[in-house]
């Protein structure tokens, strides 16, 4: 057994002071309050520590292109284009590499567990590799040596658009039909720390017809389901052109949508797609900090919360990694399109940033600092530039509105400290890992 001190702990509604967390086996067994010193032989936290974060959404191959999408000017389609020249290079090894110092990246952010919506299947060409999850198991393979969990959430890829076969860069996106997706999932296996869901891209890239192929694989394992939702205005108008109705409408009539599903950006949405999205329980996965590097547009996250929708939080094209900027950019970006505040309380933005992130990945029993929780732990500094001043108790505003995954000091996952004072303990030189996984990229 293991014992943490956490010098001040947030415990769901309010912050404590001196907090003892019993582990064992990976889990919390005992959470002792009014602890004011560090028992003997414990592992102490200074700062305030938080449930361990979780990116609801990530593409980690993006991570290549941090910098070089913001010369210039553009469209998200331009940006596009930059993606599928990056893609292209990818091989099994490369992406381990690339993966491994981005999520290692992610665990120095706070992060414990990712969603990685998980596209790039076969070879450039479309041939599948001699392990068909050749490139999905290098993801599962780079989260367990960073230290942190993954939901690896396969998508299925099969069109340009609609009624358009995948263009040269998609090939090797495609299973050529979702009865052949479902068949290549389904030989992926789970592990202890990770688990195995399943996405559609977008409605313009699974025909509408196959869709609830996917949502049937998904609904007989009970694994989570996720989609880009209406991200784009063009695809809006392009499904109405096709189908008469929008990308929601298209996937409630397919039984896409329900408690297991989570809809990524959900950003142009109406008043009938709200209430459909909101009454099914299916979830909203907002990316801010994409939404605007690619000028998308701000989605009404308060109306689909009011309608039932569970908020989380993904970093997406990781123009930035930082789940508290995420968390933050929410309430933020709502303020300057109501210019109103106080639409989300910290907590519950540190709610979106936690447990509801970690129950979209289907890890359920993360996210929580209680006894036979996941013991996985993410602890801020409380002394540095950003956060110093501000009285303890203020410790979940401090976070959500001043830290930045620069403030973040120790992670835990598992019981294990995956980080120890601002340094990754698995991965020793964690820029250094990520030059080297870029430049390898550039041929």
Not at 29 to 36: F, Q, Y
Not at 56 to 69: I, K, N, P
Not at 86 to 114: F, I, K, N, S, W
Request: glycine share 10%.
């Amino acid at each position: 057994m293991t014992t943490y001190w956490l010098e001040h702990a947030w415990l769901d509604t309010h912050v404590e002071p001196g907090v003892a967390v019993e582990v064992a086996d990976g889990r919390i067994t005992a959470v002792r309050t009014d602890v004011p010193t560090p028992p003997p032989g414990a592992e102490i936290l200074r700062g305030l520590t938080l449930p361990g974060l979780a990116n609801a959404h990530s593409h980690a191959f993006h991570r290549a292109l941090r910098g070089t999408v913001q010369v210039g000017s553009g469209t998200f389609w331009t940006w596009r284009e930059i993606m599928y020249a990056t893609a292209d290079q990818l091989t099994p090894e490369t992406y381990h590499a690339l993966a491994r110092a981005v999520y290692a990246e992610m665990a120095l952010a706070g992060v414990t567990a990712v969603g990685e919506f998980h596209y790039l299947h076969h070879a450039p060409s479309g041939t599948p590799y001699a392990d068909p999850n050749a490139m999905g198991e290098a993801l599962i393979a780079a989260a367990a040596d960073a230290g942190i969990r993954i939901t690896l959430l396969d998508t299925a890829y099969l069109s340009a658009g609609f009624g358009q076969p995948p263009n040269t860069h998609q090939l090797r996106f495609s299973d050529g039909t979702a009865e052949a997706w479902a068949e290549r999932c389904s030989l992926l296996k789970e592990r202890d720390h990770a688990r195995i869901g399943a996405a559609i891209h977008s409605v313009r890239a699974v025909p509408a017809g196959q869709l609830a192929t996917v949502a049937q694989w998904a609904e007989e394992r009970r694994a989570p389901l996720h989609v880009h939702l209406s991200e784009q205005t063009a695809e809006n108008d392009a499904c109405r052109e096709a189908h008469g109705r929008t990308p929601t409408q298209l996937l409630a009539d397919h039984g896409v949508l329900g408690r297991r599903t989570t809809g990524v950006h959900n950003t142009h949405l109406t008043d009938e797609d709200i209430a459909l999205i909101g009454g099914s329980g299916t979830g909203t996965c907002m990316c801010p900090t994409t939404e605007r590097d690619l000028a998308d547009g701000i989605g009404p996250a308060v109306a689909l919360q009011k309608q039932g929708s569970p908020l989380s939080l993904g970093s997406d094209s990781h123009a930035v990694i930082d789940l508290l900027e995420e968390a933050r950019a929410m309430e933020l970006n709502e303020r300057l399109r109501t210019r109103t505040r106080g639409h989300w309380t910290a907590a519950a933005l540190l709610r979106a940033a936690s447990a509801d992130g970690h129950a979209a990945l289907g890890w359920d029993e993360a996210g929580t600092i209680e006894p036979g929780a996941l013991a996985d732990l993410t602890t801020i500094a409380l002394d540095s530039v950003r956060t110093a001043g501000p009285l303890p108790r203020l410790g979940a505003e401090t976070a959500v509105f001043a830290a930045t995954a620069a403030d973040v000091r120790h992670t835990v996952v598992g019981g294990r400290q995956v980080v120890r004072d601002g340094a990754h303990t698995l991965v020793p030189d964690v820029p250094q890992a990520l030059a080297q996984a870029v430049d390898a990229l550039r041929g």
